[in-house]
Every structure is written in structure tokens, then in C-alpha cells.
């Protein structure tokens, strides 16, 4: 009894302190980068990294699969000919179920429109997608861009589709955003989106950076924003976006109609689609110069939940930070009661800086994210390496795996709680070892009694990490499935 008194009030004393959060993490691996042809896999891992389930698709993987509660993933593929090609290009989303089986596909790749990168499934059962919009030079010229430096003649922009799942392989578009409807332009004074760049941080400067070229994963090319990830938060009814080319990351408001997100008003924040926030590179909207710029090639940007540390602030992947190094940043915004942003007549949105960062040891050009856990501790994924680690709040690594193989590529890893599935599969994990519908301390103190033998035998929600036997690593995640209740 000495020693079990002891073993419980260790574990409550140091609050699970340094240790890495137990939890499902799924990842998509690919070939030669993401979007790299054929044959998309998706593992989910337990920290022991044991395999829990693996998904295949005939198609290599935009981005990361989003898995849902009822076992299900939403997997952003790439189809076999994208109309308008540059990394991260995509085309295809595909809703499969535990055993891989196709529920529902829908294709964004035509003409007008080409899905890249980055998803989102929506609380409502909606999908949002990122997707290029083709413009061609005629119609970039008439509002006041200067220059179309690529092939293609062509200037591909930014919308963003809300899809609402029909049938099988149908889908309604229920609203809709688009970049082009929110541009403003100092060059051309007869034209009616003339005006003065710095007075407008709501609006696009069309004509900063350049518009695609000859170079890159896809050859000849007219991206111009490359937005690379995307994320919703409920509670705000509001969304961000990154855009690797400009280093910034954009919220905007999804409370409007698709009529009041092409103007500059309606919606909660009274300001249509209009952005609401941006950060990063403030040069962009002549508020600021090279030195000021602090995201550089970032992606994976996304709300920290309201229930965990740092809950509400952003948190991203900066890619090419300094020195060849990447970082991660927390971003504290500053965020009003009202779900508004507040700035005045000749300054940069704030903060001045990341609320908390860390960086050092890992670099990636390309694609790559972080999530922060319930713990604080934050999950990162270097890309390029296929390389996933776990870090506490004060820089140690708790959790640290690479993918195996040659020229793979991981673009984001997302780690779940332990207790995510146990809806539909109580198996998975439990911790009520005593059944009561409840995951306390007794349930430890009746764990800890089966590791010394003291009359119970092991039963299987005391074996959380499935190997087989219950062990030290079974109580701590017990104590935290207790702690998170």
C-alpha cells in the first residue's frame, strides 16, 4: 500500500510534467513530396508507435488527412491532371471510412478552379477548400496589375469553397469567398480600385509580388498568393489562412452570405470579406519594411482550442525563419469581444512579436504544421524530413519519430486524444477500469494493484497503450485521460 500511496501521489504531484501527450497521431506519407502521383497512404500511430489503422487511396495525399469521431477521414488528394500545377497542388477530396472504402469524392479542378493543399471540415458537416481561380492577364491588367510574369500569361488568385456533401460524388457550393473581390491597386488613378495601399489593410495590393514563373515542382505556373493552409474557429465563426509568397496569415469573416463576403460590409464584423486581420509581413500593405517582416514561407496555421494553453492564439510553422533554421510561433492576437481586430490610421496589426516560439535543429522549405496539445505541449512536423517531434512548453523533447524510407515527405502530422474514438471503438482505450462510467483515481489505484499483483488481474481498459500487459506507461496515460475529464 506504501509504495501504490506513493506511485499516485507522485503522478498528481507532478502533473504528467515533461511527458508527452498520449494520444492517436495520423500522418500521410509521400513519395517525392505531397501531391507526388500515385498510391496516398494514411497511417494513425499511438505513441508506442504501433500501428492503429492504415487508409489507401489511389492518389498521393495535397496535404493531411483530417480524421473525424466516427472513424471516418476527409484525405485532399491530388488528381492525375491538375488544370494549374505548383507545389502543393491537389484537386480531389475524398471522404473514406475505417477500412478505406470510399464514401463520398468530389474533384475542384477544372478551368475555372483548382483545389491545392489544405482542407477543412466544418462542426456542420461542410468542407472548406482552398482553390486557385483563374484569371486571365486581361482581366489582371483592368484592375490595375502591372505585370504578368510567367508562360502562362494567366494570373490565378485565391477563393475559398464551403462544399456541402451530395450523394456519393456531388457537392453543393453554399458559400464562397474570393480574393479577387477584395484588391486594391496605386498605379492606375482612372481605375475604381485606385487608392492609397497603406489606408487600406483590409484590401489585397494587387500588384505586390510576383505571379508564378518557369520554376518550381510544376513547371510553368501562375500562382500568385499560394495560400497553403487553412483553419475555422467556431466560436468566432471566422477563418484564417496563410499565404506562403507574401508571409502572412489572413482571418476573414465567415458569418457573411456569399453576397456580403464579395463586398466590404455585412457579417458579424461589418466588414464583408474584407480581411479583419493580417500578420507576418506588414511591407505588404506599406506599413512596415523588410525588418519588419516575421513570418517567411510559413504554413500549418490554426487556432489553438479555447481549453488548451495559449487557447485562442495561432500557432504555425515558420519555414524559413533565420539562418536555415524553421520555428515554430504562438501569435497572441489582438482580438476585441467583438470578434474584431483593432488597429489604427499607420500601424502594423499586432503583436509586435510571437507570444512563444521555438526553433533551432529542424528546418523545412516546404509544407510542414504544428498543433498544440491538451498538455501545452505542441506537436511539430518538418516536412522535408518526414520528421515528427513533440515539445514541451519549455523546449524539451518528449516525442520524437521519423517516417522511414528516401525522399519522403510528411506534410502535416495531427495528434487526437486517446479518448476521441472510444464512441465507436471503446476498445481502442478506456481507463474505467472499474466501469463506472467514470476515469478517476480509483481506476489507478485498481491499475496500479494489477502491476503489483495485489489480487486483481489485468483487465483490458488498464491496457491503454495495447501491448498487452499493464504497465507504468498504462497509469500515466490513465492519469491524464483523468486529468483531461
Known amino acids: 500500500m506504501i509504495i501504490r500511496r506513493y506511485i499516485l501521489f507522485f503522478l498528481f504531484i507532478t502533473g504528467l510534467s515533461g511527458q508527452s501527450f498520449q494520444g492517436y497521431t495520423i500522418f500521410s506519407p509521400a513519395a517525392g513530396g505531397p501531391g507526388g502521383g500515385a498510391n496516398g497512404i494514411s497511417y494513425l500511430i499511438n505513441n508506442q508507435l504501433n500501428v492503429i489503422n492504415v487508409w489507401n487511396h489511389s492518389r498521393g495525399p495535397a496535404s493531411m488527412a483530417y480524421l473525424q469521431q466516427d472513424s471516418t477521414i476527409f484525405y485532399p488528394y491530388r488528381v492525375q491532371n491538375p488544370t494549374m500545377t505548383n507545389g502543393g497542388v491537389g484537386g480531389g477530396i475524398a471522404h473514406l471510412d475505417w477500412n478505406s472504402n470510399i464514401l463520398w469524392y468530389y474533384t475542384v479542378s477544372d478551368s475555372q478552379y483548382q483545389h491545392h493543399h489544405d482542407i477543412q471540415p466544418l462542426p456542420n458537416g461542410n468542407i472548406l477548400v482552398i482553390a486557385w481561380e ?40 453554399v458559400w464562397e469567398w474570393h480574393l479577387w473581390d477584395h484588391l486594391i491597386q496605386d498605379a492606375d488613378t482612372s481605375l475604381p480600385n485606385y487608392g492609397v495601399i497603406s489606408d487600406h489593410p483590409e484590401l489585397m495590393d494587387i500588384n505586390y509580388g510576383n505571379v508564378g514563373g518557369s520554376q518550381g515542382p510544376g513547371g510553368n505556373h501562375a500562382d500568385w498568393m499560394h495560400f497553403n493552409a487553412i483553419d475555422y474557429n467556431e466560436a468566432l465563426n471566422q477563418i484564417v489562412i496563410s499565404s506562403r509568397t507574401m508571409g502572412e496569415i489572413y482571418i476573414i469573416d465567415h458569418s457573411t452570405t456569399t453576397a456580403e463576403a464579395a463586398s466590404h460590409s455585412g457579417g458579424n464584423s461589418g466588414k464583408g470579406g474584407d480581411y479583419l ?70 500601424d502594423a496589426f499586432g503583436p509586435s512579436g510571437p507570444f512563444w516560439m521555438y526553433s533551432g535543429g529542424f528546418h523545412s522549405n516546404v509544407q510542414s504544421g504544428a498543433f498544440r496539445l491538451p498538455n501545452g505541449n505542441t506537436l511539430i512536423t518538418e516536412a522535408d524530413d518526414a520528421h515528427m517531434f513533440e515539445v514541451t512548453s519549455s523546449g524539451s523533447i518528449v516525442w520524437d519519430y521519423t517516417f522511414p524510407g528516401n525522399n519522403i515527405m510528411i506534410a502535416r502530422a495531427q495528434r487526437y486524444e486517446l479518448n476521441y474514438l472510444i464512441d465507436n471503438f471503446p476498445e481502442f482505450t478506456s481507463g474505467d477500469v472499474n466501469f463506472d462510467g467514470e476515469i478517476n483515481i480509483e481506476d489507478i489505484s485498481l491499475a496500479v494493484d494489477m502491476i503489483y499483483g495485489t489480487g486483481y488481474n489485468p483487465t483490458p481498459p488498464a491496457d491503454l497503450n495495447g501491448d498487452g500487459v499493464v504497465t507504468m506507461n498504462d497509469i500515466v496515460i490513465m492519469v491524464q485521460l483523468a486529468m483531461n475529464n
Open 134 to 173: 483563374r484569371k486571365t492577364a486581361a482581366e489582371a491588367y483592368a484592375l490595375g496589375r502591372q505585370t504578368i510574369n510567367n508562360p502562362l500569361n494567366e494570373m490565378w488568385s485565391e477563393a475559398i469553397l464551403e462544399l456541402e456533401p451530395v450523394g456519393t460524388n456531388d457537392a453543393n457550393i
Open 277 to 346: 486581420y493580417r500578420w507576418g509581413n506588414p511591407q505588404v500593405y506599406d506599413r512596415g519594411n523588410g525588418s519588419s517582416q516575421q513570418l517567411n514561407s510559413q504554413h500549418g496555421i490554426n487556432w489553438i482550442p479555447a481549453n488548451y494553453p495559449g487557447g485562442g492564439h495561432l500557432i504555425c510553422y515558420n519555414n524559413n525563419y533565420q539562418n536555415n533554421n524553421s520555428a515554430v510561433f504562438e501569435i497572441n492576437t489582438p482580438v476585441d469581444s467583438t470578434g474584431n481586430y483593432p488597429i489604427n490610421a499607420t
